[in-house]
């Protein structure tokens, strides 16, 4: 997996960043691109299938209500820090009000995804994974 990381960074020239510089909001953005990919392939692991039954699938667990749940599943496991730049991203003002899901599950949806922003800019992608597993068993 690092090797993997380390080509892309470097045959993007995508420099390190330090994470605690960016916005709650910007940590999710990134943060939900890392765990949507994670999930998609977690769940293409399990077989091919048409992409629309891999979609519903995939909604399952990338939906805010099922982060809501995921999070509450790993919110053990938090450092004190990790647990800060949850409540950063679950307090920020996005501006969008949630089409499909409940506010209360959809801000602890957006701290969730500005913590795995934050850890994946921060390349701990093994503490990305040891969380992910405890959330979706």
Known sequence: MQDFIDYFKDSLD???VNPKQYSPLVLAYIGDSVYDLIIKSK???????PVNRLHKKTSNYVKASAQAKMF???EDMLTEEEFNIYKRGRNAKSGTVPKNADLIDYRVATGFEALIGFLYLDNRFKRIIELIVRGVK
């Open 14 to 16: 995508i420099k390190d």
């Open 43 to 49: 769940v293409i692991a399990e077989g091919n299938s």
């Open 72 to 74: 509450r599943e790993i």
